[in-house]
């Protein structure tokens, strides 16, 4: 596997329509607490951030097919999502580690009730310094910041 940094202008609709099935399926898999029709909702904002998030990093198989990806803005983990055929692979784990050593990745936000990403990001040494009782849209989700320790940089 390989991992292939997307420029804005080479996220090609093709790209683009092969990240939205991954991000809907790990978030089928992942996010227990959300309906199917909450998920649709969702689906408009998760394309936007697939096009506008400055550094989008892509898992490829050998196929070429992607099977993961992560954003970043600035120092900030915007994105992380694996495909459920995928996940315990280290995919996750390769990811974060570029993110922190070539990215500057010290911060990222999780939704509360995904337990399963929020041992993830506490094993690979984030914790939880802010808690928020809602999502970004106001939705019912908390949210919780994370922050690397510095131990862990």
Known sequence: ?????????????RMLAQLVKVWESSVKETHHFLSADEIQQIKPDAI???KSVPTLAVMLD?????????????????????????????IGKQLIQLGITKYGVTQTTVN??????????????FSTIQR??????????PLLKMALSSTNQ
């Open 1 to 13: 596997m390989q991992v292939k940094i997307l420029s804005k202008e080479n996220r090609t609709p």
């Open 48 to 50: 936007a951030a697939l």
């Open 62 to 90: 050998a196929g070429d097919s992607p099977v993961g990806f992560m954003g970043i803005a600035k120092n900030q983990l915007e994105m992380l999502f694996i495909a459920p055929g995928h996940r315990g692979q280290g």
């Open 112 to 125: 509360e009730q995904n337990t399963q990403a929020l041992a993830f990001y506490q094993h690979m040494g």
């Open 132 to 141: 928020f009782p809602i999502d970004d849209e106001g939705r019912p989700y």
